[in-house]
């Protein structure tokens, strides 16, 4: 049972994550859809020579992208787990909106079972929420981009084929790097370990 309560607030915790990855996926549909509707109106054509070099280099761009990105993640998932915790140090954690009674209002079981936890354990799980929050912004932003180089070369002349590609490299890209439950929890673990020594 406690298990399942520390699941389901692990994943109460990435719902601002998926809202982005859902933000991402919105403005792929977008693009895809703008450029159905607007079709020849948002075209301005460049000489197929220089867009097949364009063309060139954004999949170029697109294919480094991807190692790229999991590169960078990599990197941030692990400074995410050994930098020095803020909260470490302070030992406190500021106090969400509770009432006279001291419990915040509104509470399910998952929040019922966060109440209880230790205030250092708290500050561990609010730290690693905006740690692992940002390592979603930077991978979800960098794979946006080769989402945008099919719209590029939409309005610059190419036909549905290249934005359609592009489009779904991007959309892969928001699949691979979503956000994961077992990379948060540990972070949150990397930072508890922290507080204890």
Same mark, same amino acid.
């Given at each position: ?58 999949? *170029? !761009?697109? @294919? ?6 999991? /590169? ?9 787990? =050994? ?61 946006? *981009? !080769?989402? @945008? ?6 309005? /610059? ?9 592009? =489009? ?30």
């Amino acid at each position: 049972m406690g298990n399942q309560v520390e699941r389901e607030h692990l994943k109460s915790d990435l719902i601002l994550p998926w809202v982005i990855v859902g933000m991402m996926l919105a403005m792929l549909a977008a693009y895809i859809i703008i450029c159905h509707i607007l079709n020849e109106q948002l075209k301005q054509p460049l000489p197929e020579a220089q867009r097949v070099l364009l063309r060139t280099i954004f999949y *170029v !761009i697109a @294919i480094v992208t991807f190692p790229l990105t999991n /590169l960078i993640r990599h990197i941030q998932l692990r400074l995410n787990q =050994t930098m020095p915790s803020s909260y470490a140090s302070h030992g406190t954690v500021a106090d969400d909106c509770t009432d006279a009674g001291g419990t915040t209002p509104w509470m399910g079981e998952v929040e019922q079972r966060m109440e209880q936890l230790p205030r250092a354990m708290q500050g561990a799980i609010a730290e690693a929420k905006i740690r692992y929050l940002v390592t979603i912004i930077v991978s979800m932003s960098l794979i946006e *981009v !080769i989402g @945008i180089f099919g719209l590029v070369m939409f309005v /610059l002349g190419d036909g549905f084929n290249t934005l359609h590609i592009f =489009t779904g490299l991007s959309a892969l890209g928001l699949f691979l790097y979503r956000p994961k439950t077992d990379e948060y929890s540990e972070i949150i673990d990397a930072i508890s370990a922290q507080k204890h020594e």
